[in-house]
């Protein structure tokens, strides 16, 4: 069964940092892209960034260029979001989501990590 869990998510004044991890278990990490998302409050989930198999290529949001940085660590089933100049519009729940085929595509998300960034 696939698993995605998140944590490192918090209260952080603008300016801060944070770094979310994701562990991912049941399904071969390594042949997968990851994903983070985001969800802030009234608005819809949009993809802050991704990291293709074995690290070779990331892509993120504009909102977000420059100031986060996604990596794996496939020995560890790992992904993470370094997220440095926070600002308030940074604010949501952030969430670990990947794609996996067997016998079809299947959708996987973790259950969210709240980030707040708050004076």
């Known amino acids: 069964q696939v698993q995605l869990v998140e944590s490192g998510g918090g209260l952080v004044q603008p300016g801060g940092s944070l770094r979310l991890s994701c562990l991912a278990s049941?399904?071969?990490?390594?042949?997968?892209?990851m994903y983070w998302y985001r969800q802030a409050p009234g608005k819809e989930r949009e993809m802050v960034a991704f990291i293709t198999t074995g690290g070779g290529r990331t892509n993120y949001a504009d909102s977000v260029k420059g100031r986060f940085a996604i990596s794996r660590d496939d020995a560890k089933n790992r992904v993470y979001l370094q997220m440095n100049s926070l600002k308030s519009e940074d604010t949501a729940v952030y969430y670990c989501?990947?794609?996996?085929?067997?016998?079809?595509?299947?959708?996987?998300w973790g259950q969210g990590t709240q980030v707040t960034v708050s004076s």
């Open positions: 049941g399904f071969d990490f390594t042949r997968y892209i």
């Open positions: 989501y990947t794609q996996t085929y067997r016998s079809g595509w299947y959708d996987h």
